[in-house]
Every structure is written in C-alpha cells, then in structure tokens.
C-alpha cells in the first residue's frame, strides 16, 4: 500500500471479528511505532502489548473508552525519566510530539497490513499504570485497539483544504 493511500483510507475501527492478529503482524506494527521519528532521537516512548484475552477484558474494565471486542492493545507509554535525561532543552514539548508521530505510525502500519486500529484516551491511568506494573516514571498516555475489522467505517469527511490550510499568511486560504 503507498504512504498516501494508507493516509487518506485509514478510518479509526472499534467494531472486530473475533479473529487473532498473528505475531507476526502485531511485530511488523510495533517495530513501526519504534520506527518513528524522534526529536533528538530522544524516543521516549514504550509500548506495552496485551493480547491475551482475559488480560484484554481486565484492560478493557479500566478504559471505558474501549468499544468493541479487540484481539489486541497496546499501551503507548511516555518514559518521562528518558525524556529529561535525554531531552535537554525543550524536551518537555518534543516528547509529546513525538507520541504522536508513533500514534501515527502505528495506526498507518495497522492498516497497511489489513487490521483495523483506534486509538484511546479515555481509561484510568492510574488503574493501567498498575496493571501494566510501569514503573513510577513510565505514564500511559493512549491505548491502541487492534484487530480485523467487522466493518469498513466511511469516511467521517474532513473540512476543505482552504479551511485549514493558508498561503502566506494566516486568512488567505490557500487555493
């Protein structure tokens, strides 16, 4: 599948069959998100897998945000111990970003080996941080679901180019 392809035909899944991921894809998505890029090559992010599926239903307890019957999570992490060590000046916002480019990445990758994904942010993070066993400075910031997809979401459409993109100066709607 090509990068801009993935891009526009990726839809935020929450419906599953109850079909297992294969490691083998769940490995070529998690060495994508490892992939990402990095302010500073910092990569201060984790991911924890959880797969199993009485492990799944205990995640799912803990994150009402979670719709559906998934076959797979990650945990995206943010190890704020190797951002400041690491980081040096400015980390603080770089590190942030930085999750979000694994987000993206690990979603693009989901798609372009067939799974569906969607991204979490409503769970209890104190309730995961201590199901994961993180340790103190390791935060959960976002689950990711994952499986086959039972349906194809359309697209929920997305505003017009000239509403959010500017030529040369900010109101000149780029044309």
């Known amino acids: 599948m090509e990068t801009l392809e993935a891009i526009h035909a990726r839809r935020s899944v929450r419906a599953f069959t109850p079909d297992p991921v294969p490691e083998a894809l769940l490995e070529q998505v998690l060495r994508a998100g490892a992939a990402s890029a990095s302010g500073g090559n910092v ?74 994904a969607c991204p979490i942010g409503s769970f209890h993070r104190g309730g995961v941080s201590r199901f994961l066993g993180l340790p103190p400075e390791v935060h959960p910031v976002l689950l990711m679901v994952f499986g086959y997809p039972a349906i194809q979401p359309s697209s929920p459409g997305r505003r017009p180019l000239s509403d959010v993109c500017f030529d040369e100066e900010w109101g000149t709607p780029y044309e």
């Open 43 to 116: 990569q201060a992010w984790g991911f924890v897998l959880v797969r199993s599926a009485k492990r799944l239903a205990a995640l799912r307890s803990l994150a009402p945000g979670i719709i559906g019957q998934p076959t797979a999570a990650i945990a995206i992490c943010l190890d704020g111990e190797r951002a400041r060590r690491l980081g040096g000046a400015g980390n603080e916002q770089m590190m942030w970003l930085d999750i979000g480019l694994a987000t993206q990445s690990l979603l693009l990758a989901a798609h372009d080996v067939g799974l569906g």
